[in-house]
Every structure is written in structure tokens, then in C-alpha cells.
């Protein structure tokens, strides 16, 4: 049977990043989108700030939309070595983009982009490392 993301698979994504990140005691909020972007679930632990709220959004939304994880994006749009003028235009006037590091592509077995998770509330590398822990539930369904 093909992978698929829907509500059932982004709900058991979701509730392991919450248990990874209670776990820690950090306070997230998470979130999967589909494959274009659009939220199909999303959850604010208690603590987690509204700006949490919208940034695991929109890092999820990106790493969609680009088809790459967030981390990857950030590192190729802000290699210093391209210079200055190649920073301008990382934006390209999408105000949802955001390339910090928490947006995790979900992909099918054949490599087929299904969707995206996000996550903020800690450093980049707890967020990081609470995307990674997502995407290998994802990768266990």
C-alpha cells in the first residue's frame, strides 16, 4: 500500500514531537502540512508562545513549497561565500517563507513529496532535533 499523509499519520507525527519535546521539558508548538503547503494539523503546548504557533507553520509551509528541509535552504540562501546581493532576494515575497532550520520534507518510498513538518520553541538545534524525531515517525507508519 503507498504511504500517504493524512489526518491519522500528521496526528501520530504531531503527537511524537509533543512527546519528544514534554519529554525535554521545552515548550513547542508543531505542525504537517500536504504536499502544497496547506495545515492538516497543529498543536501549541501549553507555554509555547503564538509566535511558535506561526513559525512552525510557515517552516513546515516552506520546506513543502521547496521541496528541501529548511536547514538546507537556509545554508544554500545565506552561504556567505555568494555574497551580499544573494541575501536581498531570499525572501522573494513570500511572507510565509522561512528558511531557519525546523522544516522537515515527509516524502513517500519513492521519493514523492507528501508534505512537511515544523516545529518551534527551542534552539535551532532542539527544533531540529524534534523535526528529526517527526520525520522518523513519519518514516515508521
Known amino acids: 500500500m503507498a504511504k500517504v499523509l493524512g489526518l491519522r499519520e500528521a496526528r501520530a507525527v504531531v503527537q511524537a514531537m509533543l512527546r519528544a519535546a514534554e519529554e525535554r521539558k521545552l515548550r513547542f508548538a508543531v505542525a504537517v502540512v500536504d504536499s502544497g503547503g496547506e495545515l492538516v494539523c497543529m498543536e501549541r503546548m501549553d507555554g509555547a508562545s503564538p509566535l511558535n504557533a506561526r513559525m512552525c507553520v ?42 531557519v532550520w525546523g522544516g522537515i520534507v515527509l516524502r513517500a518510498d519513492d521519493g514523492t513529496v507528501l508534505g512537511a513538518l515544523g516545529e518551534s520553541g527551542g534552539t535551532p538545534a532542539q527544533d531540529e532535533e524534534i523535526g528529526q524525531i517527526g520525520a522518523k515517525a513519519f518514516a515508521e507508519l
Open 58 to 99: 510557515n517552516k513546515a509551509y516552506t520546506a513543502s513549497k521547496w521541496r528541501q528541509d529548511t536547514k538546507a535552504i537556509k545554508a544554500r540562501l545565506f552561504d556567505m561565500s555568494l555574497g551580499d546581493d544573494r541575501r536581498d532576494i531570499t525572501w522573494f515575497g513570500d511572507k510565509r517563507f522561512t528558511p
